[in-house]
């Protein structure tokens, strides 16, 4: 009797420090582009629930910028690494060009392994926002050497020829090798190797989409990354994006925006399969801001093909959904802006601002 009261006293102790626990890892997943519609219209093609669609808690995120309705991806970027409006176009700082740490940045500052794995190149809008801080998105070659300087354990993503065939004539490759990096052409080659910092840099500028054969570099990538940064007992922050939901948006191309964002709903798989096993684990599934304004008006009944139209080839104000999933995923089921979610997860990591 008094060996069970002991043991109940043990367990009264142990769930609220497990429950208070700061979170250890976060997988930050961003579908470029990616509003309600678009996840709608993939769930329904497939036939079957997306694995985003498993989150336990869902918010609404407002994505306006500080000098536009219609938010552009730096900026969107910018206001979810770094929890600041910005104007359109600037890379990871304020309106007055100050440079504010990102959630990646932080981590890293606080000893976790940080990642970055996307189907853009490393340096475009999205990946810079959390590695770079630049006043024009375009600078690719000065985030590039933003990225040398970033202490990112792995990226993985297109980009090369930033590094490699540069204006100032240096080779960033040789930088990053000095840096301690091994730097590969291929995921197969990169999970083979062990070193401990990873570049993979997949293709010159942007990669190829779903539809030309990119094949699963977005999941394998995610594996890899996980792999990596799991071996650090601190924890880790890992960015994924899905880019081209956002390219096939621009272009009003509905099966390529449903085969982006199931090749995104993927690595949003195995993100959420990792933290059903590592209970530390906070997942984050969400958009910068909705493209193409797309609209479902039906679906036919004869061929089952859905109607779809798009009111836009530009990006549309409308919120974006977030899905949460794992440790702490109760704190996002709110309506937010899209500021607010760097700053919840400085609270959950427990990091000193
Ligand atoms: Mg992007
Ligand atoms: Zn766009």
């Known amino acids: 009797m008094r060996k069970n009261l002991f043991i109940v006293f043990i367990i009264s102790i142990i769930i609220p420090i497990i429950t208070f626990a700061r979170i250890k890892n976060v997988i930050f997943l961003i579908g470029d582009g990616m509003g309600l519609n678009q996840i ?181 990538g995610t594996q890899l990354a996980l792999d990596v940064l799991s071996k650090n007992k601190k924890g880790f922050f890992l960015l994924i994006e899905g880019s081209q939901i956002d390219w096939a948006g621009h272009a009003n191309d509905i099966d390529g925006i449903i085969e982006e964002t199931l090749d995104f709903d993927k690595a949003v798989g195995v993100a959420m399969d990792f933290a059903d096993k590592n209970k530390e684990t906070l997942v984050i599934v969400t958009a910068d801001h909705e493209t193409g304004g797309l609209q479902i008006l039906g679906k036919d009944t004869d061929t089952k093909k859905l109607q779809t139209i798009f009111t836009s080839s530009y990006h549309s104000p409308v919120p974006v959904p977030l899905f949460a999933y794992g440790k702490d995923a109760d704190k996002f089921s709110s309506y937010m802006e899209n500021t607010t979610i760097k700053k919840i997860l400085v609270e959950l990591y427990r990091f000193k601002k």
Not at 59 to 71: E, K, P, Q, R
Not at 72 to 88: F, P, Q
Not at 129 to 140: G, T
Not at 193 to 198: A, E, G, H, I, V
Request: proline share 2%; with cysteine.
């Open 40 to 220: 709608h219209a993939s769930s329904i093609v497939a036939d079957s629930a997306l694995n985003m669609q498993r989150a336990h808690y869902i918010g609404l995120v407002d994505t306006h910028s500080a000098d536009h309705y219609i938010t552009d991806s730096a900026a969107g970027g910018t206001a979810l690494a770094c929890g600041v409006k910005t104007k359109n176009g600037m890379i990871g700082m304020n309106p007055d060009s100050v440079a504010i740490p990102s959630i990646l940045r932080i981590a890293h500052t606080n000893k976790l392994s940080t990642g970055v794995v996307v189907t853009s190149s490393v340096t475009h809008a999205t990946p810079a926002s959390f590695l770079a801080h630049q006043v024009n998105r375009k600078m690719e070659e000065e985030i590039a050497v933003d990225i040398l300087h970033s202490g990112v354990d792995v990226f993985i993503g297109g980009g090369r020829k930033f590094f490699s065939e540069r204006e100032d004539k240096q080779n960033l490759i040789d930088s990053l090798h000095a840096k301690g990096y091994g730097v590969y052409s291929s995921i197969k080659e990169a999970s083979i190797s062990d070193s401990n910092k990873k570049g993979v840099l997949l293709a010159d500028v942007g990669m190829p989409s779903k539809l030309e054969g990119r094949g699963n570099m977005l999941s394998e």
